[in-house]
């Protein structure tokens, strides 16, 4: 069997490769080989594309970048929002060209697998399916799985016509075969010529019910990942000298046993790795042992959920971390060497339930304590209590169109432009005097 697995483009206000990769389809690129099966790979959000000439998406030290963009029109939900809508990824015209070389080197292709990330980016996901049926005709086997199509199946199968759709529950139409386990094999990273960083995994799903999170929708159960995979997913990125290494994990540090046990094989296999926890970290796991642990297997950038500084709130949506768990986790990351540039706070913003003065108040005290802040836009995710409750609010269905869960626009929706902007001004000032550029 030969099989097409494609990473669509993207469509938004603002993107960045935030340490982006698509794992679950790098994942099954692995099983398929093992069953024999040939792989042909194209991620449009690969910045390392040697057909990408623009030097303004230069890298920074960690291997994240910019992604090729190119102004579009807005979709007609977003006809009277005042902000540039961007198709962010390589032109099409690029991904004919491969198909045109894989074809001639391989032959027909016998399906299509698409991956999906945020339910409002699925612009992306249509573009490709239609190109591919323009270019291998109505009946050409096509298959989505990932984020959008497990909580937005009912409008992909509304909108287009494809043989399966991928779900937490299973697959809805034809199957695509897949073992059980797909989602623990270690992702292939061959398949990309250049590689300025990884992605990886401990585990797969929360322990937390987060009201604002999709994270129980899209991986029901807490799993633990064998870490023999996981060196099986490590050692090829460490024999081509891929420094930096994201964590992919939704709860990295709810089993602490199983992060000792990675770290100390991290020590014996002595890997010139740089860890990253983009996903953020839960702050009461973070005691003095642990961020010791955290330094000392080499963690370079720490994130932290700090939501907001109101306690009732917090309580409210999940009551996962509060302010002096917070406290307590940076002092001890502080204890242990972490210098405050490389330690990040995020904020919640735009979520109904968190007013502008409760903003203004969350974001002076974590100003307070002396680390970087990033403003984390709020999206009313489908299928989730916030996330339903915030759109019948604002009379918005996002299961009809999923555009209206855009956190850009929703965030600006919740709180206005102006305010937006200078909470945005203000946390910028905030962390160009953390960066000491600033006295």
Same mark, same amino acid.
């Given at each position: 069997?030969?099989?097409?697995?494609?990473?669509?483009?993207?469509?938004?206000?603002?993107?960045?490769?935030?340490?982006?990769?698509?794992?679950?389809?790098?994942?099954?690129?692995?099983?398929?080989?093992?069953? =024999?099966?040939?792989?042909?790979?194209?991620?449009?959000?690969?910045?390392?594309?040697?057909?990408?000439?623009?030097?303004?998406?230069?890298?920074?030290? &960690?291997?994240?970048?910019?992604?090729?963009?190119?102004?579009?029109?807005?979709?007609?939900? @977003?006809?009277?929002?005042?902000?540039?809508?961007?198709?962010?990824?390589?032109? *099409?015209?690029?991904?004919?060209?491969?198909?045109?070389?894989?074809?001639?080197?391989?032959?027909?292709?016998? /399906? /299509?697998?698409?991956?999906?990330?945020?339910?409002?980016?699925?612009?992306?996901?249509?573009?490709?399916?239609?190109?591919?049926?323009?270019? @291998?005709?109505?009946?050409?086997?096509?298959?989505?799985?990932?984020?959008?199509?497990?909580?937005?199946?009912?409008?992909?199968?509304?909108?287009?016509?494809?043989?399966?759709? &991928?779900?937490?529950?299973?697959?809805?139409?034809?199957?695509?075969?897949?073992?059980?386990?797909?989602?623990?094999?270690?992702?292939?990273?061959?398949?990309?010529?250049?590689?300025? @960083?990884?992605?990886?995994?401990?585990?797969?799903?929360?322990?937390?019910?987060?009201?604002?999170?999709?994270?129980?929708?899209?991986?029901?159960?807490?799993?633990?990942?064998?870490?023999?995979?996981?060196?099986?997913?490590?050692?090829?990125?460490?024999?081509?000298?891929?420094?930096?290494?994201?964590?992919?994990?939704?709860?990295?540090?709810?089993?602490?046993?199983?992060?000792?046990?990675?770290?100390?094989?991290?020590?014996?296999?002595?890997?010139?790795?740089?860890?990253?926890?983009?996903?953020?970290?839960?702050?009461?796991?973070?005691?003095?042992?642990?961020?010791?642990?955290?330094?000392?297997?080499?963690?370079?950038?720490?994130?932290?959920?700090?939501?907001?500084?109101?306690?009732?709130?917090?309580?409210? *949506?999940?009551?996962?971390?509060?302010?002096?768990?917070?406290?307590?986790?940076?002092?001890?990351?502080?204890?242990?060497?972490?210098?405050?540039?490389?330690?990040?706070?995020?904020?919640?913003?735009?979520?109904?339930?968190?007013?502008?003065?409760?903003?203004?108040?969350?974001?002076?005290?974590?100003?307070?304590? =002396?680390?970087?802040?990033?403003?984390?836009?709020?999206?009313?995710?489908?299928?989730?209590?916030?996330?339903?409750?915030?759109?019948?609010?604002?009379?918005?269905? /996002?299961?009809?169109?999923?555009?209206?869960?855009?956190?850009?626009?929703?965030?600006?929706?919740?709180?206005?432009?102006?305010?937006?902007?200078?909470?945005?001004?203000?946390?910028?000032?905030?962390?160009?005097?953390?960066?000491? @550029?600033?006295?």
């Amino acid at each position: 069997m030969n099989v097409l697995l494609v990473n669509p483009p993207l469509y938004d206000f603002a993107a960045h490769n935030f340490w982006m990769k698509p794992y679950g389809l790098l994942q099954i690129a692995t099983v398929l080989k093992l069953s =024999g099966s040939s792989v042909c790979f194209f991620d449009f959000c690969d910045t390392l594309h040697q057909s990408i000439t623009d030097r303004r998406l230069r890298r920074d030290s &960690y291997g994240r970048s910019k992604l090729p963009a190119k102004v579009v029109g807005r979709p007609a939900p @977003f006809a009277s929002f005042n902000r540039r809508y961007r198709r962010y990824g390589l032109p *099409i015209s690029v991904f004919a060209c491969f198909l045109d070389e894989q074809l001639s080197e391989k032959g027909n292709f016998d /399906a /299509a697998l698409i991956t999906s990330s945020m339910t409002y980016w699925y612009p992306g996901v249509f573009e490709v399916i239609q190109f591919l049926k323009e270019r @291998f005709g109505r009946d050409f086997p096509i298959f989505v799985g990932g984020t959008y199509s497990t909580l937005c199946s009912d409008h992909l199968r509304s909108k287009l016509t494809v043989n399966g759709i &991928y779900t937490r529950n299973g697959w809805l139409g034809e199957s695509f075969p897949l073992p059980n386990d797909f989602d623990f094999q270690p992702a292939d990273f061959s398949l990309y010529k250049n590689l300025s @960083f990884g992605v990886t995994r401990l585990s797969r799903g929360c322990p937390f019910r987060c009201t604002y999170c999709a994270s129980a929708v899209l991986e029901p159960k807490f799993r633990l990942r064998p870490l023999d995979l996981v060196w099986e997913e490590l050692r090829p990125l460490a024999k081509r000298n891929v420094r930096d290494i994201a964590f992919y994990d939704d709860s990295l540090l709810t089993h602490s046993e199983h992060l000792k046990a990675f770290a100390e094989a991290i020590k014996r296999e002595n890997f010139n790795f740089r860890f990253h926890t983009p996903n953020g970290l839960h702050a009461r796991y973070i005691s003095p042992e642990v961020a010791r642990l955290l330094k000392e297997t080499s963690f370079e950038t720490i994130f932290i959920g700090y939501e907001c500084a109101d306690e009732k709130i917090l309580t409210e *949506i999940g009551g996962k971390v509060f302010f002096d768990e917070v406290k307590y986790a940076l002092q001890n990351l502080k204890d242990s060497g972490f210098p405050p540039q490389r330690i990040t706070l995020y904020a919640l913003i735009g979520h109904p339930k968190i007013g502008y003065e409760a903003l203004e108040h969350s974001i002076s005290e974590a100003e307070k304590l =002396g680390v970087r802040i990033m403003l984390a836009e709020y999206s009313p995710i489908p299928q989730t209590p916030d996330g339903e409750t915030a759109l019948k609010r604002f009379s918005l269905d /996002a299961h009809q169109e999923p555009l209206f869960s855009n956190n850009t626009y929703f965030t600006e929706l919740v709180l206005g432009t102006e305010k937006v902007q200078r909470l945005k001004d203000r946390v910028r000032l905030h962390n160009q005097r953390i960066a000491g @550029f600033l006295k």
